[in-house]
């Protein structure tokens, strides 16, 4: 990694600063300001506030491998996307009744999060800028994932905004987005928490609070998912 020390002191911090990277949106009257759950939510609170734009949420779930659940082995987002980690799992075989319960699990977790936390309708996704934030990217997974669900959407505009993300995986996800704003692009990011001088866990009661806050009269509902494939590789 490039640098050690963090950057900032929490994800608020981290949003208020990327906000001024966006400042071209503020009060963008169809913007919205969507946050992965469920760190991302917190940098995408302040992004919100500080532009003057409504806040959503949007699901992604990482599949894990079993017996190391910290690594990502591949990741599920609404509209039937789903990727795997191909070349990583070529060398720790898993095999394919094992990947369809994984994606079963976090595909009940993802369900749950839409409904708790108020994803909107992907038709009122359609024909407007959306500026996807997470609270750091170092795999790539879920954010890929979350970018190609997001893409099915139809957006005049699709950004992708985070304080800190690996250089290689920010080449990856380049040409999935029109534009990719991040504070620092860094070699080797391992843990996205040393950028930060305070990186605790939200809980669901947490992100609901700053949903509930941000939201700007967005339709929601469970969005419709349809049965899932192979819809990206990494």
């Given at each position: 990694?490039s640098?050690?020390?963090?950057?900032?002191r929490?994800?608020?911090?981290?949003?208020?600063?990327?906000?001024?990277?966006?400042?071209?949106?503020?009060?963008?009257?169809?913007?919205?300001?969507?946050?992965?759950?469920?760190?991302?939510?917190?940098?995408?609170?302040?992004?919100?506030?500080?532009?003057?734009?409504?806040?959503?949420?949007?699901?992604?779930?990482?599949?894990?491998?079993?017996?190391?659940?910290?690594?990502?082995?591949?990741?599920?987002?609404?509209?039937?996307?789903?990727?795997?980690?191909e070349?990583?799992?070529?060398?720790?075989?898993?095999?394919?009744?094992?990947?369809?319960?994984?994606?079963?699990?976090?595909?009940?977790?993802?369900?749950?999060?839409?409904?708790?936390?108020?994803?909107?309708?992907?038709?009122?996704?359609?024909?407007?800028?959306?500026?996807?934030?997470?609270?750091?990217?170092?795999?790539?997974?879920?954010?890929?994932a979350?970018?190609?669900?997001?893409?099915?959407?139809?957006?005049?505009?699709?950004?992708l905004?985070?304080?800190?993300?690996?250089?290689?995986?920010?080449?990856?996800?380049?040409?999935?987005?029109?534009?990719?704003?991040?504070?620092?692009?860094?070699?080797?990011?391992?843990?996205?928490?040393?950028?930060?001088?305070?990186f605790?866990?939200?809980?669901?009661?947490?992100?609901?609070?700053?949903?509930?806050?941000?939201?700007?009269?967005?339709?929601?509902?469970?969005?419709?998912?349809?049965?899932?494939?192979?819809?990206?590789?990494?």
């Open positions: 990694m640098r050690i020390a963090p950057l900032w929490d994800r608020r911090e981290a949003g208020r600063q990327l906000a001024r990277l966006l400042a071209a949106w503020r009060g963008h009257p169809q913007a919205l300001v969507i946050g992965l759950p469920r760190g991302g939510v917190a940098v995408a609170a302040e992004v919100a506030e500080q532009l003057h734009l409504p806040l959503a949420s949007w699901a992604v779930r990482k599949l894990a491998h079993p017996a190391a659940p910290e690594v990502a082995v591949g990741a599920i987002a609404p509209g039937g996307v789903l990727i795997w980690d070349p990583y799992l070529r060398q720790v075989h898993l095999d394919p009744l094992l990947r369809r319960q994984l994606v079963a699990q976090q595909d009940d977790e993802l369900r749950r999060r839409q409904r708790l936390f108020g994803d909107p309708l992907v038709s009122s996704l359609r024909g407007r800028p959306l500026l996807v934030v997470d609270d750091g990217v170092a795999t790539g997974l879920t954010v890929r979350a970018l190609q669900s997001l893409r099915q959407a139809t957006p005049s505009h699709l950004v905004a985070v304080p800190v993300i690996d250089q290689l995986v920010a080449a990856r996800l380049r040409p999935l987005v029109d534009d990719l704003v991040a504070l620092a692009e860094v070699d080797g990011l391992m843990a996205v928490g040393a950028w930060y001088e305070r605790e866990q939200l809980d669901d009661a947490q992100v609901k609070v700053l949903m509930d806050a941000g939201k700007r009269d967005q339709p929601s509902s469970e969005a419709a998912i349809p049965p899932r494939g192979t819809a990206g590789q990494l």
